[in-house]
Structure formats: C-alpha cells, structure tokens
C-alpha cells in the first residue's frame, strides 16, 4: 500500500490556574494576558514578581484532533 501525507489538526491545552495579586478582575486578568504564558519546549513562566504570582498546570496537555485530510 502507497503511504500517503495528512495534515493532522491538532489542539493541545493545558488547564491550570494562575494566582495572582490584584486589586481587581480586570487587573487580575490583564497581568495574566500580558505577564503569563508558555512556549513551546519551554516551561510556563511570568514576568511579575514572585510575591504577586504562582501557579498550578498540569505538565502533560489535553489533546483533541480536530480533523485530518490528506495532501
């Protein structure tokens, strides 16, 4: 049989939560937005002081495949 090429769609999210020092919502989610991420082969990490953020992610991602089709 012929082997074939398929662009496999992919979707990798990891579910955590940030705890953050603010003095509101919207603070609060602007520090996560601007201050807060993770890159691929990296870790996750934040550019706010220590005493103003932790955090909790699983290490290993959920995966869902969205749809394959063949090139």
């Known amino acids: 049989m ?4 398929f662009l496999v769609y992919t979707e990798y999210v990891f579910d955590g939560v940030f705890d ?15 201050d807060c991420g993770l890159v691929m082969g990296g870790s996750i990490h934040s550019t706010l002081p220590d005493d103003e ?3 909790a992610f699983d290490k ?5 495949i969205d749809r394959i089709t063949n090139v």
């Open 2 to 5: 012929k082997k074939q090429r």
């Open 60 to 64: 290993h991602p959920n995966r869902r």
């Open 20 to 34: 953050v020092v603010a003095e509101s919502k919207e603070e609060a989610r602007y520090k996560v937005l601007q």
């Open 53 to 55: 953020i932790n955090w």
